[in-house]
Structures are given as C-alpha cells and as structure tokens.
C-alpha cells in the first residue's frame, strides 16, 4: 500500500510500474481491488439485495469482481451496466463475461430503458458505483448524468470505488453531477480529493484498500 494522498497521474504511475516493471498483470490489480471491497463490506456487516452500476473502463471492472464475489458469499446483486457488454475492452470485458457467465444478472442500461430499473434500484439495500473512477477530467453529461442522478434519487447506502463518480481526483472539485456516497473505497491509496473540500463532503467516510501493489 502506497502513501497518499497522490494525484491521478501518479495513480496511473504507480499501475504502469506495477505492470510494466514488476509484472503484476492489470487484471490481477483488478481482482484484488473487486474481491477486497466485497470482502470488507460482509466484514462491516453490510448486506442485504446489492446493485451494482458499473461503466466501461477499469472502475466498471471492479464492479464485476466485486459482484462475483460477493454472488460467491451468498449475496443477491445485480449489474446494472451503463453502456453495452460488447463496448467492453481488457480486463472489464473478461470481468464482465466471468460474471455473465456465472449467471450474475448484468442489465445494459441505455436512454429507452432506464426508467425501467427505478423498482430495482428502490428495492436495493446497497447501491454500488462503479461508474467513472479517478480518471474522469470533465464532467458527467448526458447518460451518465442520469445515471448518476439515479443513484442519489433513491437515497440508498451507497458505495463508491476508488472515488465518487463525478468528482476531480486532484482538486476537490465537484465539476459535475457526481455520487454521494456512505462509504469510498480508496484504492491502494487516498487521493488528493478524498482530502480535499468540497469533494470530500460528499464522502461520508473513506477505507484505503491494499490491492497488492508494491511499496
């Protein structure tokens, strides 16, 4: 586990050298972050029905571990995805088809159909997101920004990866819709914005997961 707070370029350093130097495959990082969130939350005593909203990139990814894992203890969870199965790529698209094809419902979410999953998400005892991660730069629009919306509507224990989508990782920064959460898990290190106000208001509590990188 690494110090912190650090910026979104060092973030992306750390992984780069972790990969590239070390050889510690992406997707190995991406298990470990999935299987300690769903870990850590039965060990908090957070249960009940899960769903999960989950993007495209590497934060989606964890989101699909994380389902699997926490399918695997017992507990019911959904995916909802904001974007297409097939839009996937890496280590998200391996992630995703693992969970599929371990029976997880994965819902693809879309303008049309949104709507739709209000009960879903209304009848959820913990809401994940899983939607950006540090890597966003502008802010949420269109889609997303419903999405987004969605989550906070329904006033549930909500759980963000890495960070809260919406957020600036490095200047506290709220530059758009962005996640209200109970509870952020900070991987391997807490950045800037977990720190930083306004964007660490919107973050009830932050816990720092070690996801097996090297000091």
Request: aromatic content about 4%.
């Amino acid at each position: 586990m690494n110090p912190g707070p650090i910026s979104r370029d060092i973030s992306r350093k750390i992984d780069d050298v972790a990969i590239n130097d070390f050889g510690i495959p992406g997707i190995v990082l991406m298990e470990n972050a999935g299987r300690q969130a769903a870990e850590l939350l039965i060990r908090l005593g957070i249960q009940g029905t899960v769903t999960i909203a989950s993007g495209i990139g590497n934060n989606g990814g964890d989101g699909f571990v994380m389902a699997r894992h926490l399918s695997n203890l017992g507990t019911n969870v959904t995916v909802l995805l904001a974007a297409l199965i097939t839009e996937l790529k890496g280590d998200a698209k391996t992630n995703a088809l693992s969970a599929k094809n371990l029976g997880i419902p994965i819902q693809e979410l879309n303008n049309q159909n949104i709507n739709k999953f209000d009960h879903k998400l209304s009848h959820s005892d913990l809401i994940v997101d899983a939607l950006l991660g540090t890597g966003l730069s502008k802010p949420a629009s269109c889609f997303m920004e419903t999405v987004i919306n969605k989550i906070n509507q329904h006033k549930k224990f909500t759980v963000s990866i890495d960070i809260n989508s919406g957020i600036d990782t490095d200047s506290g920064m709220l530059i758009g819709p962005h996640v209200f959460s109970d509870l952020t898990f900070a991987l391997d290190s807490m950045k800037k914005s977990h720190l930083l106000h306004p964007a660490a208001s919107v973050m009830k509590k932050v816990e720092l997961l070690d996801i097996g990188l090297p000091n």
